[in-house]
């Protein structure tokens, strides 16, 4: 070897240290993520293949793709944050033709110079290894040929695709693994996973909760047009008596027996997973939500009727990057006057807010976890009487969701007292005449899970606790309203994420005011903004 050789691979080596001494310290450590695989393989019934496979990249414009984002399930479970890869767990120990056991394989987007000078380092299988801690790591090209008969299985579960995958390298990639397994599962052409999942609550339902199974099917039926012609799922809806439902469980049992594809039993294990956060989840999310309470603040301080949604939203979305925060968990809402009465008004684009109220709803995302934090500020610095007197309502009806919040209750008891105190309310200001009218000013939940996504799975059971819940009622009176127009444009949700704990819950974002006297206050102090001037533009 050269001495020029030897030269360059000292440089490149000194350079790919230092690039990994600049790098977060923060990720989630391999150990949680194969922990997360062990539970997962715990849930499994016996005999189970789990198949699950990396996000598609998706196209922006011609040859430009959006950044990359991994699925929050593939993440969950291998911290792998590249493309083009397929993650297979199984129920139980597998051994192959050389007596090796193993109970996951892990294929991965291969290693390759060229791709790499362009888009960025890939782990291959080496790194999957080194960093992520997997021992049975192939390159994605060997999954096509690898020994593996998912007909052998009872079930084969996975999550079901989204059909927006696009055949891009033309070798291993998300097509192509796809395509593979497909052939390998006999996939038939006409899967439907919503089918399937209600051929399953078919298939175990009794006589006590049939006409609730029933009752289920007929919104699907509704919901989703390509299943209106399905004669079993109608038949089951329209039979009249426990014997005609019984025939129909005996064909849908025959039906499941010719196939062991399934597309429940893995989305219903990482719901159960990811509803309950571990320690190591709360320090990331904890700082998602800290990050974004920040930005709050600091809007705050740095509004005045000038400014524009879109500037608006760049303040907030710096203060993100200035904490190392890779996104957004979701497109920013900054909705001035009527325009905050779009619950996802994303366009940002009004050039001056004026007096109105300014509707903010944003989240870091930090590490794969996102908050979700709302607040609702006159761009001017004080309420109306008016604005006051709706911001009120929603406060209160938040205090009340929040003191919902608790272990044991119904996750559908925060929304309930939130609505009780909003259509009072409303009732009390004259805006509406009975309290079942509410709903057309308060058109939302007031609850979701929060995690790895904004709107995280779960099972929307009772509470338990270490969940972390948003709790965000809202009024939103558009013009033309059937009201004194006095109220009109006023548009407030106020949104908070909560921790459910033994001891009660837990404001995580609780340090950006709601109260409206303590967001006027803070809407006095100085921002360092206020000096941040830009040279005019012809």
Sequence with gaps: ???????????????????????????????????????????????????????????????????????????????????????????????????????????????????????????????????????????????????????SFDNVSFVDFHNDYRDKSGSADLFDLIKTFKVKANYPADYNPVRNDLYKRISTATSENSEEVAQTIERYLNRYPELQDDEILNDFVSANNEEIRDEIKNKVLVIQRSTNL??????????????????????????????????????????????????????????????????????????????????????????????????????????????????????????SPEQKAIYDIVYNAQEAGIAASVVGASFRDPHKASYEVVAKGLVDLGIIKEAKEARKYFPHGTSHYLGLDVHDPGTYQAFKPNQVITVEPGIYIPEDSDCDEKWWGIAVRIEDDILITENGPINLSGMAPRKAEEIEEVMKQPSPLDSFQLPKLD
């Design 1 to 151: 070897m050269s001495k020029l050789t030897l030269s360059l691979l000292f440089v490149l080596m000194i350079a790919s240290q230092a690039i990994s001494q600049d790098l977060p310290t923060d990720y989630l450590p391999a150990d949680f993520h194969k922990g997360r695989r062990d539970a997962v393989r715990e849930k499994l019934p016996p005999n189970t293949a789990v198949v699950l496979f990396a996000n598609a990249e998706r196209n922006r414009a011609n040859d430009v793709d959006y950044v990359y984002h991994q699925d929050p399930n593939f993440y969950y479970l291998t911290g792998y944050k590249e493309p083009n890869a397929v993650l297979v767990i199984f129920s139980e120990e597998q051994t192959d033709a050389s007596g090796n056991t193993f109970d996951e394989i892990f294929y991965v987007q291969e290693r390759d110079p060229r791709a790499e000078q362009w888009t960025g380092k890939r782990l291959g299988v080496e790194g999957v290894k080194e960093q992520l801690g997997f021992e049975m790591v192939f390159n994605g090209s060997e999954f096509e040929n690898f020994p593996l008969d998912f007909t």
């Design 262 to 383: 399934d597309s429940s039993i893995l989305p219903k294990a990482m719901a159960e997973l990811r509803q309950d956060k571990t320690p190591e989840e709360m320090e990331l999310l904890k700082k998602a939500v800290e990050i974004s309470a920040v930005g709050q603040i600091e809007v705050m301080k740095a509004m005045h009727p000038n400014m524009s949604e879109t500037e608006i939203q760049g303040v907030h979305e710096y203060v993100y990057k200035k904490y190392g925060a890779e996104y957004e968990g979701y497109p920013s809402i900054v909705g001035g006057g009527h325009n905050g009465c779009i619950l996802h008004y994303i366009e940002n684009n009004k050039t001056k807010v004026g007096d109105d109220l300014v509707l903010m709803d944003l989240g870091a995302e930090y590490h794969g976890y996102t908050a979700d934090v709302t607040r609702t500020i006159p761009a001017n610095g004080k309420f």
